[in-house]
Structures are given as structure tokens and as C-alpha cells.
């Protein structure tokens, strides 16, 4: 991002902002930058004018929560209603370059310019609608003020709520965005366009790195978990297509002839929050290892509930929805219903756990689907497990750990890169839209020439 040392000459403090703002600048309610007709700031229907018997596969989109997100209105998950229905709600209608702004978190106010996708759309109950007066705001600078951590800190103050925090149709009219001159107000609004654009590109390389780290991780994973750590080794089929060939020396088998199938109870225990046995959920599967939860059953607790104990050193896994995660309790435990686990005899707890991990396939294949798939005890003691001796078993599970490390070490550091840049982003959004930079003389570099060539060369 290009650095901006030069501001403003003189700065004057905003009791409402409670920071400076340039001094020629003002403030305005959002109220004062929309049109002057009586539908160009309103929020949704009421609840009972719109009901989801309502919505159909096709006709007049409406605009929900879930479509005005990182300040764009997304085309996904759309519902519609018919010509007729529109009519009745034409009150609420928004077009292309209208703003919608969400009335409910998360976050609160935010906002983004309505698509040219379609000519019309209704917003829901939660969405409001602004027809700006293009003649006293720029658009785009609009969008970016309402967004910024300045302008949403006050719509956060005025929100009501605990769970969910929502923001009223008063409340959004009177929020006040700084308001430099018209034309400062597009030059700013170009800058952040152009800077912003490139800090997000930065980001999605960023995350594509992680998905690719994460792939060649599961890859190295399975590799060795199914084919050992020998390259030379002579192969055989295993007889299981998601297998395919292993080492010759290797047998198959199943879990319940080289461990114990530990299921929980079916009721939820008593828990507190420091003392008593460990109490194991999905959440805290998110690593290798369990070594401590925030969640405790007591002995009295767990007596009441029928609750049974896990003992350390077992592979835990999910057994409804999302197979194919696992982890080893090195605390005693007592697992809840999502979960069930593997007590290894004559396995190397670590590589059991591997062998889970590449096995989603397998329990999708042979759960029983309600609203989700769930495997029962009989499909966690049929998983397929390869077998061969211990002591081949600890080297494949050492090697794995001695390479995940490194991948997750990567990951982290790719994830700092991106939380950084978000604060950069954010900051850079803040500092423009209060003046903190001038962008009054800013211009966009322009495409060099041999850039010139190169693009047409990739278009053609």
C-alpha cells in the first residue's frame, strides 16, 4: 500500500466522533443524504406483510442479511416473490445504486450498494433501504463511511440487544459519516477503491496459500499412513478403493480386533467450570491433542447422568456430520454424543488417529442420515484399519508429527499475514474517511506500458 505521510493543515476535535477532523469538513445524519421522496429511507416489511410461504425459486429477489456482507451485496442464497407481491411491498423496493444497510449484527449498519444484477429487489424486515441524493454524496464514499470502524462504533452504542445487537430505523437516521467537499469525498472514495482492491487480493492469495497448505498437509498424511515411509517397498492391493495399494508386509483388519469401541452416554451431565472430570465436545477437537477443556462433570454430576469416563491415551472422533476429525485425550475424559472413540490394544494411538483422519469417506459411506449422518458403533467397529507392527507404526506417527508441525507452523504464520493485513485494511479505511491522510492530490498509478502488453496478451 502506498504510503501517505502529508495531512491536513488544521484539525478540528468532533464531540461526536470524539477524534479530529479536518476543519473545512462537517458531519451529516444519513438522513440528510437521501432523497427528499417519502420511500427513500425505509426498512423492511413487517413480518406478517412478508412470510417465508411467501418465497419463491424465482421472480423479484429479495435482499436479506446474508446478502450485504464485506460491504457488497452478494447474489447467493437468493429467495424471491412474484410481480404481485411486489406490488403490495412496493414501498420497500431498491434498485441498482440504492445502499441497503443490515439492521442486525454481525456487524451491525453494515452496508453495500445495490447490484445491477436485477432491475428490482424488496429488502426484508431486518435490511434497510437509502435512495441517496447523488448531488450532495458520492456514492461509493458513502458505502465506505457507513463501513468504517469509525461511523459503526456509534451505531453499535445506539443498538439494542444482547445475543444479537439491532440497530432501529430512527437510530440509522440520525448516524452521522464525516463529510468533507463532494469532490474530496470521490477522491477518497477512488483511493480506497484502489488501495483496498489491492490489500484484499493480497489477503485471497494469502488464504489460497492456506488451502493449499492444508491439501498438501492431508496429502503428506495420507501418503504415509497408506503407503509407509519406505518408497521402495514392494505394494499390494488393499482390497478398499479409498486405500488403494499398500506394502505387502501390511495386513487389513479391523478396529474392533486392535481396540475397544468406547461409547458415551446419552444424557447431558450437570457441568461447571473448574472441577470434576473434563467434559469433551466437538469444540474442543480442534487439536492433536485434548490436555485440558473449560468444562468439568463433578462425580455426583456424572453418577446422575450415567456418565462413563474415557481414559486417557484414546482416539476420539465425531460420529455425526463431520467425520474424519480426531484427536488423543491425555487427560481422562468424558466425551458427549457427537463423539465416540477408539481404546487402542494392539495400535500406536497416534497412528490410529491418522488412520481416522483419512477415513471421512468410509463413515460418510456407511452412516445412517436423519437430518445428519450419524455412525453407530457397529460402522465405528468395521472402520478398516491397516496393521503391521508397532514399532513401524510409532516412525510413521513420528514422521507425521515432525511434518504437521512444520505445515501448521506455515498455516500460522499465513493466518498472522492476513490478520495484519485486515488491521492495515481497516486502519487505512479509518484514516481516509477522517482525514487522517489527504488524498486530495492522489492519483491511481497508471498501468506502465509493457503491464499494457502483457494484459492484452493475457486477454488474447
Same mark, same amino acid.
Given at each position: 500500500?502506498?504510503?501517505?505521510?502529508?495531512?491536513?493543515?488544521?484539525?478540528?476535535?468532533?464531540?461526536?466522533?470524539?477524534?479530529?477532523?479536518? *476543519?473545512?469538513?462537517?458531519?451529516?445524519?444519513?438522513?440528510?443524504?437521501?432523497? *427528499?421522496?417519502?420511500?427513500?429511507? &425505509?426498512?423492511?416489511?413487517?413480518?406478517?406483510?412478508?412470510?417465508? $410461504?411467501?418465497?419463491?425459486?424465482?421472480?423479484?429477489?429479495?435482499?436479506?442479511?446474508?446478502?450485504?456482507?464485506?460491504?457488497?451485496? !452478494?447474489? #447467493? $442464497?437468493?429467495?424471491?416473490?412474484?410481480?404481485?407481491?411486489?406490488?403490495?411491498?412496493?414501498?420497500?423496493?431498491? @434498485?441498482?445504486?440504492? &445502499?441497503?444497510?443490515a439492521k442486525m449484527a454481525d456487524p451491525v449498519a453494515r452496508a453495500a450498494i445495490v447490484c445491477d444484477k436485477y432491475r428490482e429487489?424488496?429488502?426484508?424486515?431486518?435490511?434497510?433501504?437509502?435512495?441517496?441524493?447523488?448531488?450532495? +454524496?458520492?456514492?461509493?464514499?458513502?458505502?465506505?463511511?457507513?463501513?468504517?470502524?469509525?461511523?459503526?462504533?456509534?451505531?453499535?452504542? @445506539?443498538? /439494542?440487544?444482547?445475543?444479537?445487537?439491532?440497530?432501529?430505523?430512527?437510530?440509522?437516521?440520525? !448516524?452521522?459519516?464525516?463529510?468533507?467537499?463532494?469532490?474530496?469525498?470521490?477522491?477518497?472514495?477512488?483511493? %480506497?477503491?484502489?488501495?483496498?482492491? =489491492?490489500?484484499?487480493?493480497?489477503?485471497?492469495?494469502? #488464504? #489460497?496459500?492456506?488451502? %493449499?497448505?492444508?491439501?498438501?498437509?492431508?496429502? &503428506?498424511?495420507?501418503?504415509?499412513?497408506?503407503?509407509?515411509?519406505?518408497?521402495?517397498?514392494?505394494?499390494?492391493?488393499?482390497?478398499?478403493?479409498?486405500?488403494?495399494?499398500?506394502?505387502a508386509h501390511w495386513g487389513v483388519t479391523k478396529a474392533k480386533f486392535v481396540s475397544e469401541i468406547f461409547i458415551p452416554q446419552r444424557?447431558?451431565?450437570?457441568?461447571?467450570?473448574?472441577?470434576?472430570?473434563?467434559?469433551?465436545?466437538?469444540?474442543?477437537?480442534?487439536?492433536?491433542?485434548?490436555?485440558?477443556? =473449560?468444562?468439568?462433570?463433578?462425580?455426583?454430576?456424572?453418577?446422575?447422568?450415567?456418565?462413563?469416563?474415557?481414559?486417557?491415551?484414546? +482416539?476420539?472422533?465425531?460420529? +455425526?456430520?463431520?467425520?474424519?476429525?480426531?484427536?488423543?485425550?491425555?487427560?481422562?475424559?468424558?466425551?458427549?454424543?457427537? %463423539?465416540?472413540?477408539?481404546?487402542?490394544?494392539?495400535? $500406536?494411538?497416534?497412528? %490410529?488417529?491418522?488412520?481416522?483422519?483419512?477415513?471421512?469417506?468410509?463413515?460418510?459411506?456407511?452412516?445412517?442420515?436423519?437430518?445428519?449422518?450419524? @455412525?453407530?458403533?457397529?460402522?465405528?467397529?468395521?472402520?478398516? &484399519?491397516?496393521?503391521?507392527?508397532?514399532?513401524?507404526?510409532?516412525?510413521?506417527?513420528?514422521?507425521?508429527?515432525?511434518?504437521?508441525?512444520?505445515?501448521?507452523?506455515?498455516?500460522?504464520?499465513?493466518?498472522?499475514?492476513?490478520?495484519?493485513?485486515?488491521?492495515?485494511? /481497516?486502519?487505512?479505511?479509518?484514516?481516509?474517511? /477522517?482525514?487522517?491522510?489527504?488524498?486530495?492530490?492522489?492519483?491511481?498509478?497508471?498501468?506502465?506500458?509493457?503491464?499494457?502488453?502483457?494484459?492484452?496478451?493475457?486477454?488474447?
Amino acid at each position: 500500500v502506498m504510503k501517505l505521510d502529508h495531512s491536513y493543515s488544521i484539525y478540528e476535535y468532533s464531540d461526536y466522533f470524539e477524534a479530529e477532523l479536518p *476543519e473545512a469538513w462537517g458531519e451529516k445524519r444519513l438522513s440528510y443524504l437521501a432523497k *427528499e421522496s417519502r420511500s427513500a429511507f &425505509v426498512d423492511g416489511p413487517f413480518g406478517s406483510d412478508l412470510k417465508t $410461504n411467501d418465497y419463491k425459486d424465482a421472480g423479484v429477489p429479495l435482499i436479506q442479511l446474508n446478502n450485504i456482507r464485506n460491504s457488497k451485496h !452478494l447474489m #447467493q $442464497n437468493l429467495k424471491f416473490i412474484t410481480e404481485d407481491k411486489k406490488h403490495q411491498l412496493i414501498r420497500h423496493l431498491a @434498485v441498482p445504486r440504492d &445502499v441497503v444497510i443490515a439492521k442486525m449484527a454481525d456487524p451491525v449498519a453494515r452496508a453495500a450498494i445495490v447490484c445491477d444484477k436485477y432491475r428490482e429487489y424488496i429488502i426484508v424486515a431486518d435490511c434497510v433501504k437509502i435512495t441517496p441524493n447523488h448531488k450532495l +454524496v458520492d456514492l461509493n464514499y458513502l458505502v465506505w463511511a457507513i463501513n468504517c470502524d469509525f461511523v459503526r462504533i456509534k451505531a453499535e452504542l @445506539v443498538s /439494542t440487544g444482547t445475543t444479537r445487537i439491532r440497530i432501529n430505523l430512527g437510530e440509522l437516521k440520525n !448516524l452521522k459519516i464525516p463529510y468533507p467537499s463532494r469532490i474530496e469525498q470521490q477522491k477518497i472514495a477512488n483511493f %480506497l477503491d484502489h488501495e483496498i482492491a =489491492k490489500i484484499d487480493t493480497l489477503i485471497e492469495k494469502q #488464504q #489460497q496459500l492456506i488451502k %493449499l497448505l492444508k491439501e498438501k498437509r492431508q496429502a &503428506v498424511i495420507s501418503h504415509a499412513v497408506t503407503k509407509g515411509l519406505n518408497p521402495d517397498a514392494p505394494m499390494k492391493d488393499s482390497g478398499l478403493e479409498w486405500l488403494g495399494d499398500v506394502p505387502a508386509h501390511w495386513g487389513v483388519t479391523k478396529a474392533k480386533f486392535v481396540s475397544e469401541i468406547f461409547i458415551p452416554q446419552r444424557n447431558k451431565p450437570t457441568l461447571n467450570d473448574s472441577a470434576g472430570v473434563a467434559w469433551v465436545t466437538m469444540d474442543n477437537m480442534k487439536s492433536a491433542y485434548i490436555e485440558s477443556t =473449560k468444562q468439568y462433570i463433578d462425580d455426583d454430576a456424572a453418577k446422575a447422568a450415567g456418565s462413563k469416563t474415557l481414559r486417557a491415551g484414546s +482416539v476420539i472422533a465425531s460420529c +455425526v456430520g463431520n467425520f474424519g476429525i480426531a484427536s488423543i485425550n491425555k487427560i481422562n475424559v468424558i466425551i458427549n454424543q457427537q %463423539l465416540q472413540a477408539f481404546i487402542p490394544k494392539y495400535m $500406536n494411538a497416534e497412528y %490410529l488417529r491418522e488412520i481416522v483422519s483419512i477415513s471421512k469417506s468410509y463413515f460418510e459411506l456407511i452412516g445412517t442420515a436423519a437430518t445428519l449422518i450419524y @455412525v453407530n458403533r457397529e460402522g465405528f467397529e468395521n472402520l478398516p &484399519v491397516l496393521y503391521f507392527s508397532i514399532e513401524e507404526q510409532k516412525r510413521i506417527a513420528e514422521f507425521l508429527d515432525q511434518k504437521t508441525n512444520a505445515f501448521a507452523k506455515l498455516i500460522e504464520n499465513t493466518e498472522t499475514a492476513i490478520e495484519l493485513m485486515k488491521e492495515r485494511r /481497516t486502519a487505512l479505511i479509518s484514516a481516509a474517511i /477522517t482525514g487522517k491522510i489527504d488524498v486530495r492530490n492522489w492519483q491511481a498509478p497508471a498501468i506502465s506500458h509493457s503491464k499494457k502488453e502483457t494484459n492484452k496478451e493475457i486477454v488474447a
